[in-house]
């Protein structure tokens, strides 16, 4: 079941096709990465399925439905930009923002209280934004976004300007979110997050949808059939079905390869013409990260 449907949206901004027939699936209870290089179309995106911007063409469909301006209630918003009133107090600003998505007086406070309290920013209640630092902001941010329990949560660069605490704290947040439930877009260049976080990924290039599906799928996809193995003694003669790319000193006293097989051969061929052959300490497959995938995917669609 998904969660959000964009169908073959189409965006022009004057002289500039900002998304090219872009067509997503979330699935319910994902992580779902939107990825892309600089320029690519993913705000843009964004924008349209929280309705700040139309499509010129297409459509979006949350929960099974054409999008419509009560979904906003369902949907939790982290732009990238980040937008709290400076000059008002923060206490005052979340209650204000949250009645805005629905909630009343009393549902706020008490979603609130649990959250300042979870978060240990009791204190801040009454101080006004501006005299926040940028990460204390965002903190107060992110809680605007998900104070809704929003079944659709979207985040854009979430841990940009955090410290490593506090990107764990959110890290953990996003985490226990899709635990009870709820699904989470984000959109980052961090490639390390997206490897750590996301289920799915989509990856927006030149506005068109160039890559989509599991991360287990797109890293199959992309596989070298590339081994690593860790070993004394020389490696001669091995079949010439096995390519040996790379060897070079793992310490004072292994050497590490990098071999390549065809993809149709068995790695148990490989295992065994190695220990044949030399001492292995370590051996395993070169699964490619998703830097990897990303700067290949962008480069197979650069022409
Ligand atoms: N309001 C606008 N008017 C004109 N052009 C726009 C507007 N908003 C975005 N664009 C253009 O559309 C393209 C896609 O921009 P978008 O912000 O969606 O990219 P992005 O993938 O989010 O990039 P980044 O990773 O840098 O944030 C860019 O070329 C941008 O200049």
Redesign the pocket.
Known sequence: MNILETHHIVKQ??E?R?LNDVSLSVPKGSIFGLL?P???????LIRIINQITGPDSGDVILDGERLKPDHIKRIGYLP?ERGLYKKMKVGEQLLYLAQLKGLSEKQAMEKLKIWFIKFDIKTWWGKNVEDLSKGMQQKVQFVATVMHEPDLIILDEPFSGFDPINANLIKDEILELRDKGKTIIFST?RMESVEELCDHIAL?HKSKKVLDGTKQSIKEQFKTHTYHVEYQGTLSDLPPAFTVLETRPADDHFLRANIQIPPDAAVNDLIRHLLDRVAVRSFGENIPSMNDIFIRAVGDHND
Do not use: L, V
């Open positions: 901004y004057a500039h900002a892309g600089n320029g690519a179309g993913k705000t843009s990238e260049h927006i």
